[in-house]
């Protein structure tokens, strides 16, 4: 079974920055897309960003420009680094994976146990 982990959430003032990540807890021998999505307190979960295995980037209207989302493949590993961070940003960030478990597994969605990031002074 694969776990994915998440790092990086916490407190921090309006225009800070901060970086999550998210590694999946072994090798997966297909990974399609990945991204972020997060659910602000009493609303829907939303997409963030999204990210290609060829690298090609979707990101939500409200964080063009102040996030980005990178990954990198060896590792399993993503990564959104968020800038100029506001207090409409304060949710829960959960990582999500696309992806088989092996070779010939079927192709599901892989999510994080979620990490609170609070914007406020």
């Known amino acids: 079974q694969v776990q994915l982990v998440e790092s990086g959430g916490g407190l921090v003032q309006p225009g800070g920055s901060l970086t999550l990540s998210c590694a999946a807890s072994r090798v997966m021998p297909v990974i399609n897309d990945m991204g972020w999505y997060r659910q602000p307190p009493g609303k829907e979960r939303e997409l963030v960003a999204t990210?290609?295995?060829?690298?090609?980037?979707n990101y939500a209207d409200s964080v063009k420009g102040r996030f980005t989302i990178s990954r990198d493949n060896a590792k399993n590993t993503i990564y959104l680094q968020m800038n100029s961070l506001r207090p409409e940003d304060t949710a829960v960030y959960y990582c999500?994976?696309?992806?088989?478990?092996?070779?010939?597994?079927?192709?599901?969605?892989?999510w994080g146990q979620g990490t609170q990031v609070t914007v406020s002074s």
């Open positions: 990210i290609t295995s060829s690298g090609s980037t």
């Open positions: 999500n994976i696309r992806g088989r478990a092996t070779l010939l597994g079927p192709l599901r969605d892989y």
